[in-house]
């Protein structure tokens, strides 16, 4: 009888004592804190956001500027210092 194939978490587990052998610990688990989604908002973009709304600049005006959603605003907004933007709605 020949024998049965692998399954993907036998291969997956393989792959990672492999890699556990070949890199130190500090090198897989600075590869971990790369991962993630990508921020819509950079610092920078966040910086300009501040400005346009201290300016009197709608929540709903900056989303088209910046292209994403009024809800992605919204968050960026609540994020802030508060006391920054106290009298942003």
Known sequence: MS???MTVSEMARMGGLARARTYSKAQ???WGRLGGRTPRLDAKALARLEALLQRG???GECAKVFGVSVRTIGRAVARMKPGKNADVP
């Open 57 to 59: 600049t709608s929540q």
């Open 28 to 30: 897989i688990r600075a």
């Open 3 to 5: 024998e049965k194939p």
